[in-house]
């Protein structure tokens, strides 16, 4: 296996973890805004809604082979796993603050 595919499969699993993370923070302000009907948590929702998808279409881009050619694709896999990680760290962090 080469690198090309490794950093696509590390991709899309730290895209997956990003997904469940917020789909976790999703349901907590969801469960606010229940309570409190607050436009900042409506907000976050909106926030959230995108974020997930914006992961889901990450996903996309690097599930899928990389294309035939001299590159290979090897920046785009290797960019969008940088985006994810940075993600899921900062996700990691406004997970632990919403947590309660």
């Known amino acids: 296996m080469d690198w090309i595919m490794i950093f696509r499969y590390l991709g ?5 973890a ?4 917020i789909v976790i923070l999703l349901s907590i302000y969801w ?3 229940r309570k409190w009907k607050s436009e900042y948590t409506i907000g976050l929702l909106i926030f959230g809604f995108f974020l997930l998808i914006q992961n889901l279409l990450s996903m996309g881009f ?3 082979p990389p294309p035939p050619g001299p590159s290979g ?3 785009d896999g290797y960019s ?5 990680i940075c ?5 990691s962090a406004l ?6």
């Open 73 to 75: 694709g090897v920046g």
């Open 87 to 91: 993600q899921l760290i900062s996700l």
């Open 62 to 64: 690097l599930a899928p």
């Open 31 to 33: 469960k606010n805004y």
């Open 18 to 21: 990003n997904i469940s993370i």
């Open 80 to 84: 969008l796993m940088l985006i994810n």
């Open 95 to 100: 997970l632990k603050i919403s947590w309660k």
């Open 12 to 16: 899309v699993a730290i895209a997956l």
